[in-house]
């Protein structure tokens, strides 16, 4: 039991009035419940809360104490796990969030190599450029080419198609030995015989 109790049993066991006496006792606020809805953890493995959902500009920033109590984090800046940045204002707010700035400094000589090894590959870029316009128009003359003779071999095509059919040579063949055979209306069959064993 701590002193204010100890008072307070005190004037009530002897039944004083302690307002008469000029003494107030302050009544003791219920402890206000925070509820957290984001949570993060600072590279030293710190675990970070705030009441807002997501980490951004302008919302509070706490972390808890040994009995699990909320504490405004001290204004400072912060590193989060993810590498992110946090730097938190006297208010215990976020006062800017995001990726550390990154100082390169490069010599002259640096900054020089850099141009040089760009220079080249512009320069490499540009002969592959060359090269495959040079295919390029080394393709469209070929399918040129190949679309006149295309052209040409259609061309032949449809007047072959016009053209009449040539007559068969075995019709030939067959007309040509049908006027070399004699007649054999007026010849004997042995007659007959005689001019094909004659024609051997």
Request: charged share 25%.
């Amino acid at each position: 039991m701590n002193i204010k109790d100890q008072m307070k049993s005190i004037f009530q066991k002897f039944g004083i009035d302690p307002a008469a006496h000029g003494v107030q006792f302050e009544e003791e606020k219920p402890a206000t419940e925070i509820t957290f809805a984001a949570e993060g953890t600072l590279q030293d493995g710190t675990k970070i809360y705030s009441t807002s959902e997501e980490w951004v500009s302008g919302v509070d920033i706490f972390t808890k104490d040994a009995d699990g109590n909320p504490v405004a984090v001290p204004a400072g800046e912060y590193l989060l796990e993810d590498g992110t940045a946090v730097s938190v204002g006297e208010d215990g707010m976020i006062a800017q969030i995001g990726m550390p700035e990154m100082e390169v400094e490069m010599s002259s000589k640096d900054m020089l190599a850099v141009i040089d090894s760009l220079s080249q590959r512009i320069a490499t870029l540009e002969n592959d450029k060359q090269e495959l316009s040079s295919a390029l128009d080394t393709e469209k003359k070929n399918a040129e080419a190949t679309g006149v003779e295309l052209n040409t071999v259609k061309a032949e095509l449809s007047s072959l198609k016009k053209a009449p059919a040539a007559p068969s040579v075995r019709a030939q063949e067959f007309k040509k030995n049908a006027t070399t055979i004699p007649s054999i209306t007026n010849n004997t069959f042995s007659d007959f015989m005689e001019s094909i064993r004659a024609k051997k």
